[in-house]
């Protein structure tokens, strides 16, 4: 910054902080809009997703993952959110644990995730499914987000989500 100023021809940092203050503030107003674009579409998707449930009852199930209860090959999700389910037990924060840790370790298709329902750690893999990602945890207990979702979060959000929730120990 202070090469910045001194070419600035009298200007002060003061006018070189507002500026780009001015501008974090129209890429922040412009990730929002972005966001807000994404969820519209995840909200649409859902509703869409919901409508074809009713004809099976079930949304599918990733391949080689496990199934219900019922011996079904497909899992029933909840939304916990507009971008978050969870199935087989899986609590909606152990979920949302689940879409932060997949976030904060780049993808990762194996990580170890904590349940604040449970106050355990658990080994999770996960994989894509079509236009989601799929987490299992080997113990029934699944997670599902959409790819986009993943995209439209910000490392900013990572903070905000890990300085207000329990991530564990």
Do not use: W
């Not at 689940?98 to 080994?123: H, I, K, L, N």
């Amino acid at each position: 910054m202070s090469s910045l100023s001194a070419a600035g021809c009298g200007s002060s940092d003061g006018g070189n902080n507002a500026l780009a203050r001015e501008q974090q503030l129209r890429q922040a107003r412009s990730d929002a809009a972005r966001a807000q674009r994404q969820d519209d579409r995840i909200k649409q998707l859902e509703q869409q997703t919901r409508s074809n449930k009713g004809q099976s009852g079930q949304a599918p199930a990733p391949s080689g993952r496990p199934s219900t209860s019922t011996g079904s090959s497909r899992v029933n999700f909840s939304s916990c959110d507009a971008n978050i389910a969870a199935a087989g037990g899986a609590s909606c924060a152990f979920a949302e644990n689940t879409f932060y840790e997949y976030f904060v370790q780049g993808g990762a298709s194996s990580m170890t995730v904590y349940s604040p329902t449970t106050g355990r750690t658990y080994s999770v893999s996960c994989g894509p499914n079509g236009a989601n990602i799929v987490c299992t945890n080997g113990q029934g207990a699944a997670t599902r987000f959409s790819q986009n979702a993943i995209g439209a979060y910000s490392q900013a959000q990572a903070d905000k989500y890990a300085a207000t929730h329990n991530l564990g120990p």
